[in-house]
C-alpha cells in the first residue's frame, strides 16, 4: 500500500519504453537512457537517479511522492483519428537535443516573440515550402537556430503551427530584444 | 543614482523599522559599529546574482550570451564561473529573457549557493534535501552531480512544493525524487521502512529570516523573539532526524538565512550533545566569522567556532548561517521523537 494521495507511478518496462521511442523516432530519438514513469494516465518521465526499481517502488510505499525525474512527453489518443501520439516536452527537447535531427522549424525573430507569448503561429510562404509537415508534432527552434523553444503541432494545410508551450514557461509581455 | 538610492533605503526605513529587541541582539553580536553597518545595508537591494545551469549550458557561452543584451557581467569567483553577478539589467528583464525561461540559469543570492559549494555533492551520491523548496539547492546539487545518484527533494507545504516541481523542470533535472511529508516524519518514516541512509544530507532550515532583510523587509515586523525560541525546537528535532538517516562517514549541512544563535549555534551544540559528530572547517572564497560560543549567559561547545557566520555588510550579500557536520557513528542519546 501507498501513502494517501501520492502520485500514482508505472515503471516502464522495455517493451513499453521501445513502444514510446517507436513513437518519437520520426524526429531521430532513437536512444533513451533514462528509467521511464507514467504518472497518472498519460504524463511520460525520464528519471536517471542510481535506484533500481525495487527502491524506487519501495520510497513510492513509504512517501507521498510528488514527483519524479523529469516530464518529457504527454501520451494521446486523438480525439480525431484515435491514433495514439507522444507530444514531447520543451525540457524533453534539452535532455535529447543531440539526437534530434528531423521535423524542426525554425522561427523569425517576430513569430519566437509571439511563441513566447503562448500564440500559435502563422507560417511564412517560404517556412510551408521548406517545411512541408503536415498534420504531426514539430519541434520548434528559435530564430537564431540555438535553442529548441517547444514542441507545435501543424494543421492540414500546415498554415498554422499551434503553440504547445505550457503556461508557466509563457510571458506575459514581450521578451527583450 | 544615489539620491534613488538614499530614496529607496529611506523609504524602507520608515516603513520597516526595526525592533528594540531586535537591534539589541544585533549590538551583542556585532557591537555598535557593526549593528550600524548591518541595518544601513539591510535597507539596500542586493545584487542580481545567477548561477549558470551548467546541465543545460556552459558559463561561458551564458556570458556571452548576456553581454549581446548589454548586460555587465562579473564572475565573482575564479573556482565558481557558474556563479555571475548581472549589471546594467532593467527591472524584470533578467527573469523575462529566453535564457531563463529555458532552464539556462537559476536567480539565486550567493549566500544561498553556499550550502551546495560546501555539501559538494558528486556523481553517483545518494543525498537528501530536506527542506527543498524552491530548488535552488537542489537543481545545483543536482548540476554538481551531473544529474546521475538520486536527490530526494522534500517540501512540507503543498504550494511550495508547486513551486519545487516546477523549477525541477525549468532545469531539466531528472536525477530527483520529490516528496512531500513533514520533514521529521519523513526521516522516521525512511529508516523505519526503508533502512535507507544517504552519503550526504542537506537541512536549510525554516527560520526567521534575519538575513534575508534585503529581499523580504517585512521580516523586520514578523521579527520576535518568541518566534526565534519556537522555530529553533522544530529546527533541533529536524536535524537531529536527519543525523540519523545520514551514514557513518557521512556529511551533512546544516544551515538557515538567519542570525538568532538560538537557531544557529545552538542547534548545533545541541547535535554536538546527543549525536557521535565532528564540526568540520570550511574554505570558501569569502570574508566570514565564526560561530559564537557563548549566548545570553549560555556557554557552547567551542566546536560551534568553525561555524560560518555570513553578514550582509562582509559581502555585499544576504545573511546566512553555514556548518558542516561529519558524522562518526551512529550512536544517539536521543530518544524516539
Known amino acids: 500500500m501507498s501513502p494517501k494521495r501520492t502520485m500514482k507511478i508505472q515503471l516502464l518496462d522495455k517493451a513499453k519504453k521501445k513502444k514510446i521511442i517507436s513513437e518519437i523516432e520520426e524526429i531521430g530519438i532513437k536512444k533513451i537512457p533514462e528509467m521511464l514513469v507514467r504518472t497518472g494516465k498519460e504524463r511520460i518521465r525520464a528519471f536517471s537517479g542510481h535506484l533500481t526499481k525495487e527502491e524506487v517502488m519501495k520510497i513510492w510505499r513509504t512517501l507521498p511522492i510528488e514527483g519524479i525525474g523529469l516530464y518529457v512527453a504527454k501520451e494521446i489518443v486523438s480525439k480525431k483519428t484515435g491514433k495514439r501520439e507522444v507530444r514531447l516536452s520543451v525540457d524533453s527537447l534539452h535532455l535529447w537535443e543531440k539526437q534530434i535531427t528531423n521535423n524542426i522549424i525554425i522561427l523569425t525573430k517576430e513569430q519566437e516573440e509571439l511563441w513566447f507569448l503562448g500564440k500559435n503561429i502563422e507560417l511564412t510562404q517560404s517556412q510551408k515550402q521548406k517545411y512541408p509537415f503536415e498534420k504531426?508534432?514539430?519541434?520548434?527552434?528559435?530564430?537564431?537556430?540555438?535553442?529548441?523553444?517547444?514542441?507545435?503541432?501543424?494543421?492540414?494545410?500546415?498554415?498554422?503551427?499551434?503553440?504547445?508551450?505550457?503556461?508557466?514557461?509563457r510571458r506575459k509581455t514581450q521578451l527583450i530584444k | 543614482m544615489t539620491e534613488t538610492k538614499k530614496t529607496y533605503s529611506e523609504h524602507l526605513k520608515e516603513k520597516y523599522p526595526p525592533k528594540e529587541g531586535f537591534v539589541k541582539r544585533m549590538q551583542e553580536l556585532l557591537g555598535e559599529k557593526g549593528t550600524e553597518e548591518f541595518f544601513e545595508i539591510s535597507y539596500t537591494q542586493s545584487p542580481s546574482s545567477i548561477r549558470c545551469n551548467t546541465i543545460k549550458i556552459q558559463p561561458t557561452e551564458l556570458k556571452d550570451r548576456f553581454k549581446k543584451?548589454?548586460?555587465?557581467?562579473?564572475?565573482?569567483?575564479?573556482?565558481?564561473?557558474?556563479?555571475?553577478?548581472?549589471?546594467?539589467?532593467?527591472?524584470?528583464?533578467?527573469?523575462?529573457?529566453?535564457?531563463?525561461?529555458?532552464?539556462?540559469?537559476?536567480?539565486?543570492?550567493?549566500?544561498?549557493?553556499?550550502?551546495?559549494?560546501?555539501?559538494?555533492?558528486?556523481?553517483?551520491?545518494?543525498?537528501?534535501?530536506?527542506?527543498?523548496?524552491?530548488?535552488?539547492?537542489?537543481?545545483?546539487?543536482?548540476?554538481?552531480?551531473?544529474?546521475?545518484?538520486?536527490?530526494?527533494?522534500?517540501?512540507?507545504?503543498?504550494?511550495?512544493?508547486?513551486?519545487?516541481?516546477?523549477?525541477?523542470?525549468?532545469?531539466?533535472?531528472?536525477?530527483?525524487?520529490?516528496?512531500?511529508?513533514?520533514?521529521?516524519?519523513?526521516?522516521?518514516?525512511?529508516?523505519?521502512?526503508?533502512?535507507?541512509k544517504f552519503d550526504k544530507i542537506l537541512v536549510d532550515a525554516p527560520c526567521s529570516g534575519e538575513g534575508t532583510l534585503r529581499k523580504s523587509p517585512k521580516t523586520f515586523l514578523m521579527w520576535n523573539p518568541n518566534m526565534i525560541k519556537k522555530i529553533a525546537k522544530?529546527?533541533?528535532?529536524?536535524?537531529?532526524?536527519?543525523?540519523?538517516?545520514?551514514?557513518?562517514?557521512?556529511?551533512?549541512?546544516?544551515?538557515?538565512?538567519?542570525?538568532?544563535?538560538?537557531?544557529?549555534?545552538?542547534?548545533?551544540?545541541?547535535?554536538?550533545?546527543?549525536?557521535?559528530?565532528?564540526?568540520?572547517?570550511?574554505?570558501?572564497?569569502?570574508?566570514?566569522?565564526?560561530?559564537?560560543?557563548?549566548?545570553?549567559?549560555?556557554?557552547?561547545?567551542?566546536?560551534?567556532?568553525?561555524?560560518?557566520?555570513?553578514?550582509?555588510?562582509?559581502?555585499?550579500?544576504?545573511?546566512?548561517?553555514v556548518t558542516k557536520i561529519k558524522k562518526l557513528s551512529d550512536k544517539c542519546l536521543l530518544k524516539e521523537q
Not at chain 1, 537564431?144 to 517547444?150: E, N, P
Not at chain 2, 523575462?96 to 555533492?121: A, C, D, T
Not at chain 2, 554538481?144 to 512540507?156: D, S
Not at chain 2, 549525536?275 to 572564497?285: A, H, K, R, V, Y
Request: hydrophobic share 35%; proline share 4%.
Open chain 1, 136 to 169: 504531426c508534432f514539430v519541434v520548434v527552434k528559435s530564430h537564431d537556430d540555438k535553442d529548441f523553444i517547444g514542441t507545435g503541432k501543424t494543421g492540414d494545410k500546415i498554415e498554422i503551427l499551434y503553440n504547445y508551450l505550457p503556461k508557466e514557461r
Open chain 2, 69 to 196: 543584451y548589454g548586460w555587465k557581467v562579473t564572475q565573482p569567483f575564479e573556482e565558481y564561473p557558474e556563479i555571475m553577478i548581472i549589471k546594467d539589467a532593467k527591472p524584470g528583464e533578467i527573469g523575462n529573457s529566453r535564457e531563463h525561461l529555458l532552464g539556462y540559469f537559476y536567480v539565486q543570492e550567493i549566500s544561498s549557493m553556499l550550502p551546495m559549494l560546501v555539501l559538494k555533492p558528486k556523481p553517483e551520491e545518494f543525498i537528501l534535501d530536506l527542506c527543498a523548496s524552491p530548488g535552488s539547492k537542489t537543481t545545483q546539487a543536482a548540476a554538481l552531480m551531473e544529474n546521475t545518484g538520486t536527490i530526494i527533494a522534500n517540501e512540507v507545504s503543498l504550494g511550495r512544493v508547486g513551486i519545487l516541481n516546477s523549477n525541477i523542470e525549468r532545469c531539466g533535472i531528472t536525477n530527483t525524487i520529490v516528496t512531500r511529508k513533514e520533514g521529521v516524519a519523513l526521516c522516521n518514516q525512511l529508516l523505519k521502512k526503508t533502512q535507507m
Open chain 2, 234 to 321: 522544530t529546527q533541533r528535532k529536524l536535524a537531529g532526524a536527519a543525523l540519523k538517516l545520514l551514514k557513518v562517514g557521512g556529511e551533512m549541512i546544516y544551515s538557515t538565512c538567519t542570525l538568532a544563535p538560538e537557531e544557529d549555534e545552538m542547534v548545533i551544540d545541541f547535535l554536538i550533545r546527543n549525536f557521535d559528530i565532528e564540526i568540520q572547517t570550511i574554505n570558501l572564497p569569502l570574508k566570514f566569522r565564526c560561530g559564537v560560543c557563548e549566548w545570553e549567559d549560555k556557554q557552547l561547545s567551542k566546536e560551534v567556532k568553525k561555524c560560518l557566520r555570513l553578514y550582509p555588510q562582509d559581502n555585499n550579500t544576504d545573511g546566512f548561517f
